[in-house]
């Protein structure tokens, strides 16, 4: 059964520590989403790659936030330095072209 | 950019009744339009989806139904049962092949 895999599922830190979430996308797929969910903003876009490459990482802060992927086999988003305001569900999702995005669980981030 | 907005925000339906839920957007270039299911504690899943050259899709008991012209599409859900409870996204596709995603429906199915 191919899933999104990502970990951890949760994490508390303390503001101003670095925080690293890790997405292992379906094998096969080519193309990475990292989303933001939260109550009030909802589900936003923060970075998309395409066969490794970054093509948008608009809706990222960029001064705090990056988005790497390793290998194909491995999608990483870090906060550093993280603050209360990162509190959030984090989702990585992976498919095989812009309109396709096949879901994790999600790694529920809280930044105290 | 593209708009999108679903209505309502919250729909509550007896169980058994049917519920549907609607999607505007504003991209006339738009072709895909999907729906999304998000059930507590996990991420959203593709549910059905509908590509402009189609007025109706139907999958058992959920359906979606597209009006180009207006710009908008909606999920009908049949016979709704207790698993059918969660948040329902829309995310049509802009001019960039991106989806852009609706504020979500929390759909509540009373016993």
């Known amino acids: 059964d191919a899933r999104v895999t990502q970990t951890p599922r949760h994490k508390v830190t303390e503001m101003g520590q670095e925080v690293t979430m890790r997405c292992q996308p379906i094998?096969?797929?080519?193309?990475v989403f990292w989303y933001r969910q939260t109550m009030m903003q909802g589900l936003e876009l923060l970075a998309y790659f395409r066969n490794r490459a970054p093509l948008d990482d608009s809706g990222m802060p960029k001064d705090r936030f990056s988005a790497e992927m390793p290998d194909a086999t491995l999608a990483t988003l870090k906060i550093q330095p993280s603050e209360p305001r990162d509190s959030a569900v984090y989702f990585c999702?992976?498919?095989?072209?812009?309109?396709?995005?096949?879901f994790g669980q999600g790694t529920r981030l809280t930044v105290v | 950019g593209e708009n999108v907005e679903q209505h309502p925000s919250t729909l509550s339906v007896q169980e058994g009744d049917s519920a549907v839920i609607k999607c505007t957007y504003s991209d006339s270039a738009s072709n895909y339009f999907p729906w999304y299911k998000q059930e507590l504690g996990k991420g959203p899943q593709l549910i059905i989806d509908i590509r402009s050259n189609v007025g109706e899709k139907k999958d058992q008991r959920i359906a979606v139904t597209l009006n180009k012209t207006a710009k908008h599409f909606s999920l009908h859900i049949t016979e709704t049962q207790p698993e059918d409870s969660a948040v329902y996204f829309c995310?049509?596709?802009?001019?960039?092949?991106?989806?852009?995603w609706g504020a979500g429906t929390k759909l509540i199915i009373k016993p």
């Open positions: 999702a992976s498919g095989t072209d812009p309109t396709e995005a096949f």
């Open positions: 094998l096969g797929h080519n193309t």
């Open positions: 995310a049509p596709e802009d001019s960039n092949y991106q989806l852009i």
